[in-house]
């Protein structure tokens, strides 16, 4: 689902909120959590998941093509753990 399908579906379910508002809230949603997650914090949406950045070390890779050793900069990377609710749902039969 992208986010365009997002906005139409919850704008169909919400009759009484024009597209426009549903996208602006969508949007605010989506900056709200890449800005906690830009300070370092910790975003939990109870029964869905949590967002939250790790920290992975420098380290030597390798060039897949040539084999040559290549040196891999430390870096935050975004990680999202899904909630209980979210997995049982997605295991029920």
Do not use: C, W, Y
């Not at 549903?22 to 949007?27: A, D, Q, T």
């Not at 906690?36 to 109870?46: P, Q």
């Not at 998941?49 to 890779?61: L, N, T, W, Y």
């Amino acid at each position: 689902m992208t986010k365009s399908e997002l906005i139409a579906r919850l704008a169909e379910a919400n009759p009484h909120l024009f597209q426009r508002d549903v996208e602006r809230i969508v949007s605010t949603i989506f900056e709200e959590i890449a800005a906690a997650l830009e300070r370092g914090d910790r975003v939990e949406l109870r029964g869905f998941g949590a967002f939250s950045v790790k920290h992975r070390e420098s380290r030597v890779g390798r060039n897949p093509r040539t084999g040559e050793a290549v040196k891999v900069d430390s870096k935050v990377v975004p990680f999202f753990k899904t909630g209980k609710l979210l997995r049982e749902k997605l295991n029920s039969d």
